[in-house]
């Protein structure tokens, strides 16, 4: 199994970027993908997930009302709209994939578990 993200970069405050995560290399009907970040000096954080079954979405609070989670489903290609965005949402954004998905993804994170494929992560800077 194999994610790519794509998409990162330098915006400005309040700017927006849009990342993508393409995965490959298998071919399960259940599953789960979630956009983590770190920042440095930071644990690894979950931001956003969405499953392919009923396309059920989860958010943190820290992004809620700035960040979209979408997906092709069919592309088995997720993407990730970031607007409004802030010097704190400075981090390596890292595409994971859990398959089959999990019920309460609410939850796992809430208890710190992530993903059970990851790809390399690609870099998002926001500064003036």
């Known amino acids: 199994v194999q994610l790519v993200e794509s998409g990162g970069g330098l915006a400005q405050p309040g700017g927006s970027l849009r990342l993508s995560c393409a995965v490959s290399g298998f071919t399960f009907d259940d599953y789960a993908i979630a956009w983590f970040r770190q920042a440095p000096g930071k644990e690894r954080e979950a931001v956003v997930c969405?499953?392919?079954?009923?396309?059920?979405?989860w958010y943190a609070d820290s992004v809620k009302g700035r960040f979209t989670v979408s997906a092709d489903f069919a592309k088995r290609t997720a993407y990730l709209q970031m607007d409004t965005l802030e010097p704190e949402d400075t981090a390596v954004y890292y595409c994971g994939l859990d398959s089959p998905a999990f019920n309460d993804y609410s939850t796992r994170f809430r208890q710190g578990h992530g993903m059970h494929w990851w790809g390399k992560g690609t870099q998002v800077t926001v500064e003036a």
């Open positions: 969405i499953r392919n079954e009923y396309g059920d979405t």
